[in-house]
């Protein structure tokens, strides 16, 4: 490479591209000012401030980046709204009672089946309850402001705002007497974003299904095979297209299956993965493209997890993707790969620095979508991941990350652009390979 096409490319490493999230992180970090609101909440509870305990938890919630919360106090009350996805979640607290609803949908005339789901899902929650107030379907929580405290209120706010933000799509998809009624911070997209979410959704499940058929023959053992390529597939269309309702549940549903303790096989698993693939692709085009939407999200749906989570994930893959290209299977070996990355995007909230080198990672796998949605520049170039551009891009992410992780230096002089494989097995050994010294918290 010539030093003028290196410095072209160094110059033009900066992702550009539409406004869209990935992933269901907030990126929620808090700073030592803000992580002490909550420790003066938890002591104001104590001292029996409950208003003002209240005032140092909402503070602590607030997100400004996503105006993601207001309250107000007037005349010895305390009133505020947050938002979870399309949901508002509104409360109030005086020194008597604390009340939070989320108005869900609205119930256009009774039905008998509905009310039995409400009864089963009542059963599994712990702060909350769904209730109908008049024709009003609510998701409701409240106790004594004694009762109160910081960290009940915590964990209530945020079932009941995961749950409402769930439940509103999933129900009135499932019952036609119901009216949803969106009342969360929602930006449409653009149609053609819209458009190419779709193709991209119905192209990778019909790939994986030719994958699968592919490397049926390949050993003694497909059924491991087939799980890392529908595994792959449903995280990573998760992560990418952040879809709200039905498609979230069939993607959440899917790692239950594969995760849950129960004496289903391995075939009967992959089969049920498949199955609920085949569900979304039946699903009109309206249908798919109405749960494409950006919103605000006050909590996260992913489980928090340290870097030394990742890190033993990454120890214990990657030996098998490994061995599929020692046996001269390097296809195989990416769905591995991808599988490590999108799993950790799917399932865990990491610190910061994980979580972009990771994106990183599936930008390159997935080249060709970030460039349909208008990203540039290319990741790749004649089956190779550039060096110049991902250079530039883990610097960028060392020093976006400064303030929070002062130490965080990859050696990103290690990774090797011999090919695809050979890239996305080297960066991961870096992540691996390097310590994290938390200078902020998660939520």
């Known amino acids: 490479m010539s030093i003028f096409n290196y410095i072209k490319r160094k110059l033009a490493a900066s992702d550009q591209g539409p406004d869209i ?4 992180h907030t990126y929620n970090s808090k700073e030592q000012e803000e992580i002490a609101l909550l420790s003066e909440a938890i002591h104001l509870f104590k001292e029996d401030q409950l208003l003002d305990s209240l005032e140092y938890l909402l503070n602590y919630l607030r997100n400004d980046l996503e105006d993601n919360l207001a309250y107000d106090v007037e005349n010895g009350e305390l009133f505020f709204e947050l938002y979870q996805g399309s949901k508002q979640i509104i409360g109030r607290c005086n020194a008597q ?3 939070a609803i989320s108005h869900i949908a609205t119930i256009e005339k009774p039905h008998i089946g509905l009310y039995r789901k409400l009864l089963e899902r009542n059963y599994l929650l712990k702060y909350s309850r769904f209730c109908i107030e008049g024709n009003q379907l609510i998701l409701k929580f409240d106790s004594f402001t004694v009762d109160a405290s910081p960290q009940k209120i915590f964990y209530a706010l945020k079932e009941v705002a995961i749950n409402a933000d769930k439940y509103d799509d999933l129900l009135a998809d499932e019952f036609e007497e119901l009216e949803n009624n969106l009342s969360g911070k929602i930006q449409t997209l653009d149609a053609y974003i819209q458009d190419t979410k779709e193709e991209f959704l119905r192209s990778e499940i019909l790939k994986t299904n030719e994958y699968i058929t592919e490397y049926a023959s390949f050993s003694d053992n497909p059924d491991a095979i087939e799980a890392y390529v529908l595994l792959y597939c449903n995280y ?17 549903r899917n790692h239950r299956i594969y995760f849950e303790n129960s004496k289903k096989s391995s075939v009967q698993k992959n089969k049920e993965i498949q199955e609920n693939f085949s569900l979304i692709t039946k699903r009109t085009s309206e249908q798919l493209k109405e749960e494409f939407y950006q919103s605000c999200h006050t909590f996260n749906y992913t489980k928090a997890a340290s870097h030394y989570d990742l890190k033993a994930l990454i120890e214990k893959e990657l030996p098998k993707a490994i061995s599929y290209t020692s046996l001269g299977q390097p296809k195989i070996a990416l769905h591995v790969y991808g599988y490590i990355a999108a799993y950790s995007l799917f399932h865990y909230n990491l610190p910061t620095p994980d979580l972009d080198l990771l994106h990183l990672l599936i930008r390159v796998l997935e080249n060709d979508y970030f460039l349909k949605l208008g990203f540039t520049p290319s990741y790749q170039e004649e089956g190779k991941a550039i060096q110049a551009i991902v250079e530039k891009r883990i610097e960028s992410i060392i020093e976006n990350n400064k303030p929070s992780h002062p130490y965080f230096k990859p050696n990103y002089h290690t990774l090797n652009y011999e090919n695809i494989g050979s890239f996305c097995q080297s960066l991961l050994r870096m992540i691996a390979s390097y310590d994290i010294h938390y200078q902020k918290q998660f939520v």
């Open 97 to 99: 009672k604390f009340v």
């Open 236 to 252: 990573k269309l998760d992560y990418l297209l952040k879809p709200e309702g039905f498609m979230m549940e069939i993607f959440e």
């Open 21 to 24: 999230k990935f992933g269901r």
